[in-house]
T-cell receptor, first 115, second 110 residues
């Protein structure tokens, strides 16, 4: 069983479209994250949810809206896609023990290409 | 915010060689993880090591928290070790967001 799974693995779409990426974890973790990896391989956090509550919201355009229906799922919806949104998006999860042992486990990534 | 610098940025090795990758960070941290991103893009956990030394097979890591650096040692490198190695830290505080370094691109040649 894959611990952190994302779908789809690849997403090719036109500018202006709306798309969603889904993430699920079966590790029993309380905290989930979205990271973005740009074309230069730089990885940056976007959002984090703990038990369905938003706890980290970096400077991300409001076209990006995360949704956590339960603590095992964190989806990312992107409106009005732009060329600059092309990247690899990674979902991650951890127990969420701030200040304690808190290992983050990553999904396989979703490669988004906006044409 | 905290700065995370990795060196060297690129490294080419012959199979069987040893190497040391370095990660410097500018402030105290709660969490430090090393990852290997393989050529297929998957991020693989190598070590959770905010302090101390750990070993796993041919890989080992040491973090000296008081001096704000971590080292990843790869011994007897294999072609499957190729990829990008990232160090990521979580600054002290209530959240666990990881700040990633810029990575070391390793190519192991047969």
């Amino acid at each position: 069983d894959t611990a952190v799974s994302q779908t789809p693995k690849y997403l090719v779409t036109q500018m202006g479209n709306d798309k969603s990426i889904k993430c699920e974890q079966n590790l029993g973790h309380d905290t989930m994250y979205w990271y973005k990896q740009d074309s230069k391989k730089f990885l940056k956090i976007m959002f984090s949810y703990n038990n369905k509550e938003l706890i980290i919201n970096e400077t991300v355009p409001n076209r990006f809206s995360p949704k956590s229906p339960d603590k095992a799922h964190l989806n990312l919806h992107i409106n009005s896609l732009e060329l600059g949104d092309s990247a690899v998006y990674f979902c991650a999860s951890s127990k969420g023990l701030a200040g304690g042992v808190d290992i983050q486990y990553f999904g396989a990534g979703t490669r988004l290409s906006v044409l | 915010g905290i700065q995370v610098e990795q060196s060297p940025p690129d490294l080419i090795l012959q199979e069987g060689a040893n190497s040391t990758l370095r990660c410097n960070f500018s402030d105290s941290v709660n969490n430090l993880q090393w990852f290997h991103q393989n050529p297929w893009g998957q991020l693989i956990n190598l070590f959770y090591i905010p302090s101390g030394t750990k070993q796993n097979g041919r890989l080992s890591a040491t973090t000296v928290a008081t001096e704000r650096y971590s080292l990843l040692y790869i011994s007897s490198s294999q072609t499957t070790d190729s990829g990008v190695y990232f160090c990521a830290v979580a600054p002290g505080g209530a959240t666990n967001k990881l700040i990633f370094g810029t990575g070391t691109l390793l190519a192991v040649q047969p």
